[in-house]
């Protein structure tokens, strides 16, 4: 199994590959079309990500000592970044996910896409993953 950190690098490449800002852009919503829908019960007050512009569910639970990610948003953009984290972090060890330095939108013309308010999102949802790694490291 790849580490998030090789998943990243790959993706960061697929993105390069994809070419100017607009086709990168494209690549983000193909990636949303990947991810699952979450079931509406489980979109509840008590996992939506506080600091995001767009709503974001984010329902984060372990199976054998790994995070798994379950997650939604009423944004195509941010489900494609919720589908990249999900790649890079679902079933990963946690120390791999609390040591990984989330950087393939800075690294990429999808840098353009996304205003401080998006960043700042993206931020707390890998925020929320990592401090959920983190407690199954601990445990």
Not at 93 to 116: E, H, K, M, N, W
Request: proline content about 4%; overall charge negative.
């Amino acid at each position: 199994m790849a580490s998030p950190q090789e998943i990243q690098e790959r993706i960061v490449c697929e993105i390069e590959e994809a070419g100017d800002p607009f086709n990168q852009f494209e690549y983000l919503l193909t990636k949303a079309s990947l991810l699952d829908e979450m079931p509406e019960e489980r979109k509840r007050d008590d996992v939506l990500v506080k600091d995001c512009q767009s709503q974001v569910w984010l329902y984060l639970h372990e199976v054998e000592g790994r995070p798994v990610i379950e997650a939604d948003s009423d944004t195509l953009m941010i489900r494609g970044t919720i589908q990249i984290l999900k790649e890079m972090f679902d079933n990963q060890p946690p120390a791999d996910v609390v040591g990984c330095d989330v950087d393939y939108i800075q690294r990429t013309d999808l840098a353009y896409a996304f205003d401080s308010k998006r960043v700042a999102g993206q931020t707390a949802i890998v925020a929320r993953i990592k401090d959920f790694a983190q407690s199954l490291v601990r445990s």
